[in-house]
Structures are given as C-alpha cells and as structure tokens.
T-cell receptor, first 114, second 114 residues
C-alpha cells in the first residue's frame, strides 16, 4: 500500500530552469494538495484540487502551476525556478474535500535552487 | 501573518514524564483542529483532532484540549516515550466550504530523553 508517492526526493536546479514535481496516490482520494515547508513558517498551501479537472490556488501560488487530469496524479510545475523557491515540498491527499478529513502526506521533495 | 502559532520551537522532556505542546490561533472562523507528527525525512502523519464543540479529545497517550474563548489548544503526551521524539504541527480549519483549507503552525520539536 504505497499511499502518497512523491518523486524525486531531492533535486538541485539552477535559477531559471523549470521542472515538475510528481505526486501520485493510490487511495482513490478526491482531494490533493501541495505544501511547502520553510524554517519557522510551518506548511503553506500552494495549490489544491478537489477532483480531476478542478484546481485552485492556495496561500502561496505564485511561480507554480498544477493540473489534475486523473484522480491519482497531481504534478506541481515550477515555471522558472528562483532561489526563493528553495524549500521542502509535500504533497497530500484526503478522501474528500472537507474539514474533518485528515490528510495523508508524501515523504517530500527537497528542492534547492542555485 | 500566521494564523496558527506555536511559540515554543522546541521541548525536551524525560522519558515517562508528560509533554505539553501549546498552540494559539487568531482566526475566529477556525473550528476544527488537528495535530500532526513528523519524523525526519518523512511526511507529517495525522495524530489527533478536535472539533470546537468539544473541549477535550483523548486517544491513548495523546489528549488534546481546546479553550475556544482563549483561542488556545494544547497536546498532552502521557507518558512520553523515545519514539515520540519528532516535530509536532498544530493545524486548523473552518467547517464551511470556503474555510476548509488547513493553516499550520511552525512546529515544535520534541526530544524525549532516556
């Protein structure tokens, strides 16, 4: 039972490069989301999706794009990497979109932008 | 501006004693609260939650207390065990569909000493 799988685990980019962080879940969850974790800041919501074909912005969406073509996958795209995007990125999912739906997290992608 | 605050970045406790983690929030629309636990190189995992209609929720060694008038909640771990050494995140959301998004605190690192 894989749960939420994120790839890659580590990545180093140069400023201006683009890349896609992959996230897949095998629990048939409707809701998926992306967070970034920075020192002293907790986890901040970047984008989220309440189902295939539906996405919306979170607290810190600038510089990131998402799409949800299937229930299972929710990739996060960095369009033109900046040093301020150096962070640990977590993907999460829950069965439904709701307030009493604890989220299941992947193990994170540690991203460094030089 | 962070709406969920964990003012103690770290806590050290002896094995067998009680760990008390505190969390304050500012948004009066929050009425559902969760605690997540995170080990290094892993994603956060859901620990325990509480709805604002309650002032206490207990699950084994873990108890969460909510003081809504003070906008304060706490997590008690009794007795503390070495495996409890981790980062603990407090999170909050509203119960209306436009308030579902989770807001996280910055985390408290708990170290349980043998």
């Amino acid at each position: 039972n894989a749960g939420v799988t994120q790839t890659p685990k580590f990545q180093v980019l140069k400023t201006g490069q683009s890349m896609t962080l992959q996230c897949a879940q095998d629990m048939n969850h409707e809701y998926m989301s992306w967070y970034r974790q920075d020192p002293g800041m907790g986890l901040r919501l970047i984008h989220y999706s309440v189902g295939a074909g539906i996405t919306d912005q979170g607290e810190v969406p600038n510089g990131y794009n998402v799409s949800r073509s299937t229930t299972e996958d929710f990739p996060l795209r960095l369009l033109s990497a900046a040093p301020s995007q150096t962070s640990v990125y977590f993907c999460a999912s829950s069965r439904k979109w709701g307030y009493n739906q604890p989220q299941h997290f992947g193990d994170g992608t540690r991203l460094s932008i030089l | 501006d962070q709406q969920v605050k964990q003012n103690s970045p770290s806590l050290s406790v002896q094995e067998g004693r009680i760990s008390i983690l505190n969390c304050d929030y500012t948004n009066s629309m929050f009425d559902y609260f969760l605690w997540y636990k995170k080990y290094p190189a892993e994603g956060p995992t859901f620990l325990i939650s509480i709805s604002s209609i309650k002032d206490k929720n207990e699950d084994g060694r873990f108890t969460v207390f909510l003081n809504k008038s003070a906008k304060h909640l706490s997590l008690h771990i009794v007795p503390s065990q070495p495996g409890d050494s981790a980062v603990y995140f407090c999170a909050a959301s509203g119960s209306r569909s436009n308030d579902y998004k989770l807001s996280f605190g910055a985390g408290t690192t708990v170290t349980v000493r043998a």
